[in-house]
């Protein structure tokens, strides 16, 4: 690794705001001390706004949306766009009506499948529960 005197700060433009920014020699060694060998091609404001989820400055106005298909709701008959070609024999929901499907309380688990261990072989094999020890006790 070059020490730090070998390094001098640089100017570069970021590929997102166009913008000059300057690569420091404190930047330069911290790259070179993770074994970075490509220089940084946003700035720091723009890396930042990418981290974050702000999307990458101007560059999000030029990128494609995706395509959208115009459909009718299967539940309300709605006109609506979604972003997937609709296949025959398979139902599409509008915004609304795809909310509504949705299981309430905002848990993803399939509750057909019961996650209970209540006489499981879970709590025969695995609670070695003393006939005196009333902590666990379901009743």
């Known amino acids: 690794m070059m020490s730090v005197e070998h390094y001098q700060d640089r100017t570069l433009t ?3 705001c166009g913008q000059d920014f300057t690569f420091t020699v404190g930047e330069q060694a911290f790259y070179a001390s993770r074994g970075l060998t490509n220089l940084p091609g946003r700035c720091p404001d723009c890396r930042a706004a990418r981290r974050s989820g702000g999307g990458s400055g101007q560059s999000d106005a030029l990128r494609p949306r995706a395509e959208q298909f ?15 070609v609709p296949r025959e024999g398979r139902p599409v929901y509008c915004s609304e009506c795809f909310r509504s499907q949705q299981p309430t309380g905002g848990s993803r688990r399939d509750d057909a499948h019961s996650y209970s261990y209540s006489g499981s072989s879970y709590e025969s094999g695995h609670s070695r529960q003393r006939s005196g020890d009333r902590r666990n006790s379901r009743w």
């Open 70 to 84: 115009a459909t009718t709701c299967a539940s309300c008959g709605k006109p609506t766009t979604v972003p997937f």
């Open 14 to 16: 970021c590929r997102d």
